[in-house]
């Protein structure tokens, strides 16, 4: 079986973004960068399937700037076979990726698309269900378990009312959520293995995709500052204010 | 002139900055609390096994042994952000084997000792200590005055060493004494292999120093050895002593960096939330002038430290590099730390926080591996030499 997995470039969750004071976007100048973690559950998700004699090659494809090299990198360190690049320096939207990916499945026909539920720059939360709708293969978003038994998967998915376990026909579409798996580190072995590994650079035009925008971004701004909360004497004043003073309950 | 770091070698230091976030601070509470107890804040046989095998499966072992002794051989560049990583914990860990002495050792075994010492050496089944400091002679180790004498197929060793880490645990000790008292450190210093429990090396007494050290005053008494202990060329152990001295003063310029930047990352973040008369400390200009040359230096020292390690990798003689960071490193490091611990108020001097344990090993560091004086004084006469 052959796996397409997809990873993102993005600040390191532990960075704290700020918005450029031309509110025109995220300020990410000199800014840690990493993969996507949601990504890295994917692609650690994608290993275990090679280690299991499941999956017989993994891809790891990133959509992003010359820079996002790094992260195919990572991927490739942490067990990918090889790497696609598909270069760009504008911020692509989910659909713009989508259909960069759908080029690749159409190219490498893999059995299964594995990404990050969502990417935690624009927490879209898009893609996956994109390439599946691209694609017309089946999808399954939020999973927290997936087992493959010949052409068909089972795939518990973590929904608002719980779990919902749902089967599959490969080639499928899968978006890792958070309990998937706890991603490895990359090993010293690995990494210097890595370096040999191939990456295929294309562009979207290569891949004869259009990217022409459909949302226009009016402005960035951080979310208002927290006001400092209050201290209530007793559980009467507590109720007398969420009654009263926030309205919440009647 | 590039200051990116090889893709690969980012990704090690990735690696490895996980490790120790995720691995070696979950265990400080527990060192700290050990430490405070007056206990021995060493971590324990069964924290250490889970460290090692992790170590093993990430390929963290040996990293700058070289390939001969199935180490990754990794150039100096790669291991200042190893060692910065590692510095950031109090938790004491060093990715295995914990190797002082190998650069020393790779530039003098023969083959006979390249089997028996080194090779168990580098994949960390001994542990070795060694003894240069004398009662009369520290931070000028020229001044020792431990005499080796040649007996026919022997020689006899007879001296007092002080300071002497971990030779109560170490399987033998690189014993440094004088063979030719003409000659002296200008070809007259041999170097010895002294396995442990030779008749003749005694420990002496511990002594207790700060920051939960031991260290030990070993008496050597007619200690014989055979000629084949001799370590390298008979009256040249001091160069080959000195180039160990560079690999630790590297080592130790990564450590505090490590050390200046958490205490860094802890004031900064208390001074922003820690309101005084009524305003945040951080808008205190004397707390602004803490973080700013905080901020100024240690990025001085990372620049410092890339510098000499790349020197290093070509083949340079760093030994004035290795002179200023080792200088610049430590003081930095005591600087940070200390100015941390006065943002903290009462907190700062609370054996709860890292802190007062990295204020007291950044103490030590100023002494061992040559003072920082005689680090001033090397230097400064190295340029005046030069106009002269
Ligand atoms: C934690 C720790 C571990 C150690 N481990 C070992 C070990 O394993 N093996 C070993 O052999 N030794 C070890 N040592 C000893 C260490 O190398 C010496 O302490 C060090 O070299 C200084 O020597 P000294 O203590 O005799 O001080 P001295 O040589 O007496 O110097 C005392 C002070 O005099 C000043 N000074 C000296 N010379 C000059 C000068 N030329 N110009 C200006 N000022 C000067 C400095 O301020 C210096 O701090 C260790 C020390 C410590 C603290």
């Known amino acids: 079986m052959k796996i397409l997995v997809a990873v993102k470039r993005v600040a390191d969750y532990n960075v704290k973004v700020r918005a450029k004071s031309d509110n025109t976007g995220p300020d990410l100048a000199n800014v840690k960068m990493a993969i996507n973690p949601f990504c890295e559950i994917a692609v650690e998700e994608a290993v275990r399937m090679k280690e299991n004699g499941i999956a017989s090659e993994i891809i790891a494809v990133s959509v992003g700037p010359q820079s996002a090299q790094e992260q195919v990198r990572t991927a490739l360190a942490l067990g990918a076979d090889r790497g696609i690049l598909v270069q760009t320096d504008t911020d692509l939207e989910p659909l713009a990726i989508a259909k960069c990916f759908k080029a690749i499945c159409d190219n490498e026909k893999p059995d299964m698309v594995l990404l990050g539920k969502q990417a935690i720059d624009g927490d879209n939360n898009q893609t996956g269900q994109m390439i599946a709708a691209l694609t017309g293969w089946s999808q399954a978003t939020f999973a927290s378990e997936i087992t493959i038994d010949g052409d068909a998967v089972t795939v518990i998915r973590e929904v608002d009312a719980g779990l919902q376990t749902v089967k599959l026909k490969l080639p499928a579409v899968i978006t890792a959520d958070l309990r998937l798996n706890e991603p490895r580190y990359a090993s010293l072995p690995n990494i210097m293995k890595a370096k040999k590994k191939t990456i295929d650079n294309t562009t979207p035009e290569e891949l004869g995709v259009d990217t022409s925008p459909r949302v226009t971004l009016l402005k960035a701004a951080p979310p208002a500052e927290r006001q400092a909360g209050v201290k209530v004497e007793d559980v009467a004043e507590l109720i007398d204010k969420l009654k009263n003073e926030a309205k919440v309950i009647s | ?388």
Request: charged share 25%; glycine share 8%; proline share 4%.
């Open chain 2, 1 to 388: 002139m590039d200051f990116e770091l090889d893709e690969e070698y980012r990704m090690l230091n990735e690696t490895v900055s996980k490790f120790v976030d995720n691995e070696l601070m979950p265990l400080e509470a527990a060192v700290l609390e050990r430490e405070a107890s007056g206990d021995g804040y060493e971590l324990s046989a069964e924290e250490l096994a889970p460290l090692y095998e992790k170590c093993r499966a990430l390929g963290l072992w040996g990293l700058d042994c070289p390939e001969e002794t199935g180490g990754a051989d990794l150039p100096a560049l790669a291991l200042v952000g190893v060692n910065e990583a590692l510095g950031r914990t109090v938790t004491p860990f060093t990715f295995p084997p914990d190797s002082p002495n190998l650069h020393m050792m790779l530039a003098t075994v023969n083959d006979e000792q390249r089997e028996k010492y080194l090779e168990p050496y580098a994949r960390g089944e001994t542990i070795s200590a060694i003894a240069i400091s004398e009662p009369g002679a520290g931070a000028d180790p020229a001044g020792m005055i431990t005499r080796a004498v040649r007996d026919g197929d022997d020689w006899v060793i007879n001296g007092r060493k002080i300071w002497i880490s971990r030779i109560r645990e170490a399987d033998f000790a690189i014993v440094m004494a004088v063979t030719d008292v003409a000659k002296g450190s200008r070809g007259g210093i041999s170097a010895f292999i002294v396995d442990k429990g030779t008749p003749g090396l005694e420990v002496a007494r511990d002594i207790k120093l700060i920051g939960g050290h031991s260290n030990c005053e070993v008496v050597l008494e007619d200690c014989r050895i055979p000629t084949s202990q001799l370590l390298g060329v008979e009256g040249q152990g001091f160069a080959p002593m000195q180039l160990r001295l560079i690999v630790r003063r590297l080592q130790m310029g990564a450590w505090c960096l490590g050390m200046a930047n958490r205490a860094l990352d802890m004031m900064c973040e208390h001074a922003n939330q820690r309101v005084t008369f009524g305003e945040p400390l951080a808008n205190r200009q004397s707390i602004q002038w803490w973080v700013a040359d905080a901020v100024t230096r240690t990025h001085c020292l990372k620049l410092m430290l890339w510098d000499a390690a790349t020197k290093q990798d070509n083949g340079d003689d760093v030994r004035t590099e290795a002179s200023m960071i080792k200088l610049y490193g430590t003081e930095l490091a005591t600087d940070v730390i200390d100015n941390a611990m006065q943002a903290f108020g009462a907190m700062g001097m609370t054996k709860e926080l890292p802190l007062q344990m990295m204020a007291q090993r950044v103490r030590l560091m100023r002494i061992y591996e040559g003072p920082s004086e005689v680090h001033r004084w090397v230097l400064a006469r190295r340029r005046l030499k030069e106009s002269s």
